[in-house]
């Protein structure tokens, strides 16, 4: 049944694979443009190669955004288009199905993943690090793993989810900007911000999205 | 008859002109007298409203007081309840955010505009006067400087003169407070990756005993032998004017390697290598990464060797302490490096199974 709904998912899905893995693949290059041999460097070359490499490491997290972003939706894409019909003519309990979507979801996000360890290895082998410079393939591509899975998870549930829950959650996030607001009309002293607060609690460990924050860079320090 | 005419006019001039002398004398003297009389008026009335202008003065610049927190300040009255207000608001602020100064200090003292008046009687009325005095050039116009920098720098200051001496030569004298302020992060890479020193250049590479000897932590008998070399030093006293500098400094200069260090050991150069940046970013470091309770007892601690005591303080070794102090310093303040461990890992699986679970329970076509 998995392999099915794999395979269904793929045609569906296969050209933002695709492209994500292209993008995977050229994204840990791009840190190695500005130069390869830095052994014997200078050290202010080292510095502005290694404030490049973090400028790039900027646009991974961006890419797992983007990742969950076209597998989250993409895997229920052709079920909107069908009415569901197909699903509904499965023998199988809905809670399976929507697990055997999840799973051939990840699967194919691991397309991407795989495509950037490639290529933060390939970057990794053809750069001449100097003392104290240290490169993070593996470290970079886990992190990537989980920012796109968690990314991948929010739209697999919003893109399924009922209108009711749709509805309840913009009310949440309408919610917390209108707090926010009446907060800065009454012009309390000292008040928090309810929308930085919200922000906080989710960036910041153990927050869902901490995964996207912090250090991005493959070579660093 | 001309005989009779000469002697009317001299019987008139004799008669009459004496007392129309004397009616113009008495005229004169009265308005010399009336004039006279208006310029004791004037001047009355001109030392009136000076002894008024010097009692508004003195009102202007009667001391007010002020206090934040722990934080207590007296500012001539003419700077108003707002700035004034904001100027021991902004004093604490600085001093909660350094966290080095114990709270039992700040509140031990007062703070007094030198140009402030009558602080004294304003400081027996508030029942302060037990308080140690320390005087600040805070300007006394308004808005001017108004943030609180100048207090806090003041009590810092005040601080620092209290610690033992093996702080006092290694911390600047306001700490790290010119780090918040002048946000000189970028000033103390600058000065590691200067590559004035080995010990600098090693320590940019990661190697933590370069580390320490860059940033003089640890309590060496002979620093200038055990951080610098001769070359080094000969290369920092030649960027200067030799030739007004003593005898060991040119020999220095000519090439003795003995004539470098005893120019160095006479005071010449800094035992420290880094620079006040870099320890400000020290200090800084260790504020951030384990708390103002960690600086406070680090400050307090009169044991061992300047890193032993900022290490005991955070917790680590010395060579943790200074390869984390490199990382957050090269990382501008952030995480040493990417990570993903299973910290990182736990919010993800944990966020994306209650996804899916929901999701599971309910969907569009149940």
Redesign the interface.
């Known amino acids: 049944m998995f392999k099915q709904v794999l395979k269904a998912q793929w045609l569906a899905a296969r050209l933002p694979v695709v492209l994500l893995a292209l993008l995977g693949f050229a994204l840990p290059l791009l840190t190695v443009t500005s130069g390869s041999g830095l052994a014997n460097a200078p050290v202010e070359r080292v510095g502005q190669w290694l404030f490049a490499a973090q400028q790039v490491g900027v646009l991974i997290p961006g890419l797992a955004l983007l990742a969950g972003l076209l597998l989250g939706i993409g895997a229920w894409a052709p079920d909107h288009a069908g009415k569901h019909v197909y699903a509904l003519a499965l023998p199988v309990p809905r809670s399976m199905f929507v697990l055997l979507r999840f799973a051939a979801g990840v699967t194919l996000l691991a397309i991407p993943v795989a495509a950037l360890g490639v290529g933060a290895l390939v970057a990794t082998l053809s750069v001449s690090l100097p003392d104290g410079v240290h490169a993070y393939p593996l470290q970079l591509t886990a992190r990537f793993a989980m920012a796109a899975l968690v990314c991948f998870a929010i739209f697999f549930a919003i893109s399924i989810a009922t209108k009711r829950a749709a509805v309840a959650t913009l009310g949440v996030i309408c919610g917390v900007f209108l707090a926010d607001a009446i907060l800065a009309s009454l012009s309390i002293k000292d008040a928090a911000s309810v929308t930085s607060t919200v922000f906080n609690l989710l960036t910041n460990w153990p927050g869902p999205l901490s995964i996207l924050m912090g250090r991005w860079a493959l070579f660093d320090v | 008859m001309c005989r009779i005419a000469v002697a009317l006019f001299t019987l008139g001039a004799t008669v009459v002109g004496p007392r129309a002398e004397a009616q113009g004398a008495a005229a004169g003297t009265a308005r010399v007298r009336a004039l006279a009389a208006r310029a004791e008026s004037l001047e009355a009335k001109i030392a009136k409203q000076d002894s008024l202008a010097k009692l508004r003065r003195y009102e202007d610049l009667r001391a007010r007081r002020f206090s934040a927190g722990d934080v207590t300040v007296l500012v001539p009255g003419v700077v108003g309840e707002a700035t004034g207000q904001r100027i021991a608001d902004g004093a604490r602020r600085y001093l909660d955010s350094l966290g080095a100064v114990p709270p039992s200090f700040v509140a031990s003292l007062v703070t007094v505009a030198y140009a402030s008046a009558g602080w004294d009687s304003v400081l027996r009325a508030d029942g302060l006067a037990a308080r140690t005095r320390i005087m600040a050039e805070i300007p006394a116009q308004p808005d001017s400087l108004a943030d609180g920098w100048i207090v806090a720098a003041r009590i810092v200051r005040a601080y620092v003169e209290r610690l033992d001496p093996a702080w006092r030569s290694w911390v600047p004298q306001d700490l790290s407070l010119g780090f918040m302020k002048g946000r000189d992060d970028a000033a103390a890479?600058r000065e590691l990756?200067?590559?004035d020193t080995r010990a600098g250049?090693?320590c940019?590479?990661?190697?933590a005993a370069a580390c320490r000897a860059w940033l003089g932590v640890d309590r060496d008998a002979n620093p200038y032998t055990a951080r610098y070399t001769p070359a080094e030093i000969r290369s920092i006293v030649s960027r200067r004017m030799v030739e007004y500098l003593d005898v060991s400094a040119q020999q220095c200069v000519r090439g003795s390697d003995d004539a470098c260090l005893r120019y160095a050991q006479t005071g010449g150069v800094s035992p420290v290598p880094a620079g006040l940046a870099s320890v400000r970013s020290v200090l800084r470091a260790i504020r951030v990464l384990h708390g103002a309770e960690a600086l406070r007892h680090a400050l307090a601690d009169t044991s061992g060797a300047v890193g032993e005591r900022l290490a005991r303080a955070a917790g680590i070794g010395e060579d943790s302490l200074v390869t984390e102090w490199?990382?957050w310093l090269?990382?501008g303040g952030?995480?040493?490096?990417?990570?993903?461990s299973a910290?990182?890992?736990?919010?993800?699986l944990?966020?994306?199974g209650l996804?899916?679970l929901?999701?599971?329970?309910?969907?569009?076509?149940?």
């Open positions: 890479v990756a200067a590559g250049t090693e940019l590479g990661g190697r490199r990382a090269l990382t952030g995480r040493p490096r990417v990570s993903a910290r990182d890992a736990m919010p993800v944990l966020f994306g996804l899916l929901a999701a599971a329970r309910s969907g569009r076509w149940r």
